[in-house]
């Protein structure tokens, strides 16, 4: 995960997180980026190029699943998941609970 991206989530869980709160009502609950304009300008801010953005996601699904299970035809799809699962590293790095409860 790029520092900037570390940084920007990091302050996003600073600013979320209670103790009633998780990963999932964190960053799968919405939509972190909504609209392809923002998600492109998201991509962008930090230098992650659309098909290493996609990478990085089918290896977690494939790391975690066992398999891909999401095609990414659009840039807000791709960068929400890649959020997901960035978030999902933050938190259990910084040992909040992860699943929906």
Known sequence: MKNSVRTEL???INDFHTD???HFTMFNEDYYIIGYY????????HN???LEGVRICNDYEQEHFGEIQ???DNT???VNHLVYW????L???LELPFDRE
């Open 10 to 12: 990091l302050e996003h």
């Open 20 to 22: 009633e709160q998780n």
């Open 38 to 45: 923002n998600a492109e300008q998201w991509l962008k801010l």
């Open 48 to 50: 992650i190029g659309e």
């Open 70 to 72: 999401t095609t990414f």
């Open 76 to 78: 807000e799809k791709l």
């Open 86 to 89: 960035f978030g999902q590293d």
């Open 91 to 93: 938190c259990n790095e």
